[in-house]
């Protein structure tokens, strides 16, 4: 799928280069009102959006695949003067520091090799855990997430690095999913650990606010699956079936240090698309969920219950190839933001399982390749009015972005609500921030990202009223590609 071109690059193209590689480091800055344009509503204040991903992909000579960049946590903080301040840290991993003392990439990731000679991969050095994937409030901590290993923790008010959180050695050694869940109405932290061979095991425990272990689950589910997301239901952890198959020749190649994990895997496409349901309550019975389709869940929107059926949005891809994420095409050439749209691009499918059921129904939620769905933070595992996402204006693609959509989940009738960023500027993940004194009410908060004027913009929109535009645009210098944020209700 990589290819090489010698033609100049499109605007589009060094625009996403740009803001992919973007490297302005630590930042502390301040944002007065008289930059602001428009007006941050007073709803935001003392609050904040936190935002994580690859903040240094450029590495020595060597461009490393984005799920290997060193992870850059961002704090948006809105002030009652109505100014934001954002301050910027990297995420202080040992990977990290050892990299920054040398300037090279030192520890092979998921999609990168080391500098040097293949065979110095054979080696086995320490995890390459990045701490780059995901940001998350809990108690006086932030908890940056990594897909392979324990999330990282942060001080949450200096952004500075405490150190692996592994909740009391409950997760020490474990891989454990990037993506944590939070029950909000019986304010538990949920996490997934998870072991891949013939079989996956994966343990769910969830946590209470003193980090309190309440309840674990551990399961086997055969076959070697992918798993980086799940959706959490009153009753059930719903997982993708997402299965595996090993590519031998590169998997020898990854063995003798030459190729990377991601090259060495891929979906198994001759399998039915499936579902697992797990059941939060241990002792119960996991189900398999036949889908109607060949089905890739990367992300999950919501889950939730109804009449004993158990109802999941999920972004389904009908297939996928790893290792070019983010147009990723190998340490030595360009992104290539034209690759994602060689494959079909994920659409949100509503999957309903009815009770007791083996199969399951599935209706396409809108006509767009729609991924980073997100919803009001209170409503995780009950029904919830709307989803919004990253999407596409041109329908036939996906990734990378230019649009945000809104959907009605409740009006289905209702048309998509739709804004589109300027051309060859880049929309990141939308992050709900709810409104305190109105039921489901709230805002938008999204980054822009426009590598050919080397600005980032803090966009925030009346969440249902995206097609109004933004009520507030925050110009900034250029930050990096930002996979996933939160909101923090919690500012201090
Ligand atoms: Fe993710």
Same mark, same amino acid.
């Given at each position: 799928m990589a290819r090489l071109s010698k033609t100049p690059l499109s605007p589009r193209s060094r625009s996403w280069n740009?803001?992919?590689?973007?490297?302005?480091?630590?930042?502390?800055?301040?944002f007065a009102p008289d930059q602001i344009e428009g007006k941050i509503p007073a709803s935001l204040y003392q609050t904040r959006l936190l935002s994580n991903g690859p903040g240094w992909t450029k590495i020595g000579k060597r461009l490393a695949h984005p799920f290997d960049g060193h992870g850059y946590v961002r704090?948006?903080?809105?002030?009652?003067?109505?100014?934001?301040?954002?301050?910027?840290?990297?995420?202080r991993t040992p990977v990290y520091l050892n990299e920054a003392r040398a300037g090279r990439i030192m520890h092979r990731g998921l999609g990168t090799n080391r500098e040097g000679h293949f065979w110095d991969n054979m080696r086995s050095g320490i995890p390459r855990n990045v701490a780059n994937t995901t940001i998350t409030r809990w108690g006086d901590q932030l908890l940056a997430g990594w897909e392979g290993g324990a999330p990282y923790a942060l001080d949450a008010e200096s952004l500075e690095t405490i150190g692996e959180k592994d909740f009391n050695g409950l997760i020490a050694g474990?891989?454990?999913?990037?993506?944590?869940?939070?029950?909000?109405?019986?304010?538990?932290?949920?996490?997934?650990?998870?072991?891949?061979?013939?079989?996956?095991?994966?343990?769910?425990?969830?946590?209470d606010k003193q980090e309190q272990l309440v309840s674990t689950n551990e399961v086997s589910i055969e076959g070697m699956l992918f798993t980086h997301d799940f959706a959490l239901s009153p009753?059930?952890?719903?997982?993708?079936?997402?299965p595996l198959?090993?590519?031998?020749?590169?998997?020898?190649?990854?063995?003798?240090?030459? /190729?990377? !994990?991601?090259?060495?895997?891929?979906? @198994?496409?001759?399998? =039915?698309?499936? &579902?697992?349901?797990? #059941?939060?309550?241990?002792?119960?019975?996991?189900?398999?969920?036949?889908?109607?389709h060949a089905a890739f869940v990367i992300h999950f929107g919501n889950a939730f219950e109804e009449d004993g059926a158990v109802i999941v949005d999920a972004c389904v891809f009908s297939s996928f190839e790893m290792g070019h994420e983010f147009g990723y095409t190998g340490p030595h050439t360009?992104?290539?933001?034209?690759?994602?749209?060689?494959?079909?691009?994920?659409?949100?499918?509503?999957?309903?399982?009815?009770?007791?059921?083996?199969?399951?129904?599935?209706?396409?939620?809108a006509p767009y390749g729609i991924d980073f769905p997100r919803f009001h933070p209170q409503h995780e595992s009950q029904e919830t009015p709307f989803l919004f996402g990253a999407t596409r204006k041109d329908t036939r693609h996906s990734d990378p972005f /230019?649009? !945000?959509?809104?959907?009605?989940?409740? @009006?289905?009738?209702? =048309?998509?609500? &739709?804004?589109?960023? #300027?051309?060859?500027v880049f929309v990141g993940e939308p992050i709900f921030a709810p409104d305190?004194?109105?039921?489901?009410?709230?805002?938008?908060?999204?980054?822009?990202?426009?590598?050919l004027k080397e600005r980032s913009t803090l966009v925030i929109f009346d969440a249902t009223r995206l097609q109004d535009g933004p009520l507030a645009s925050i110009p900034m210098p250029l930050l990096p590609i930002a996979f996933h944020g939160d909101w923090d209700a919690q500012a201090l």
């Open positions: 740009t803001a992919m590689a973007a490297f302005p480091g630590d930042l502390d800055l301040t704090s948006f903080s809105f002030l009652p003067d109505g100014s934001c301040q954002l301050k910027a840290r990297f995420v474990q891989s454990t999913l990037a993506h944590m869940k939070h029950d909000a109405a019986q304010q538990r932290l949920v996490l997934c650990s998870h072991k891949s061979r013939k079989e996956t095991l994966f343990t769910f425990r969830e946590l009753s059930y952890y719903v997982l993708g079936g997402n198959r090993l590519k031998p020749f590169e998997l020898l190649k990854m063995a003798l240090g030459a /190729d990377t !994990l991601l090259n060495a895997i891929a979906p @198994d496409n001759r399998q =039915p698309g499936c &579902l697992y349901l797990v #059941p939060r309550q241990s002792g119960g019975e996991t189900r398999k969920i036949t889908l109607p360009p992104f290539d933001p034209a690759l994602p749209d060689e494959r079909e691009p994920q659409r949100l499918i509503r999957i309903k399982i009815p009770a007791g059921a083996t199969e399951a129904s599935y209706e396409p939620l /230019d649009s !945000l959509v809104c959907i009605d989940l409740l @009006d289905p009738e209702r =048309p998509h609500q &739709l804004w589109t960023a #300027p051309e060859d305190p004194t109105a039921p489901n009410k709230g805002h938008i908060l999204a980054i822009l990202s426009d590598g």
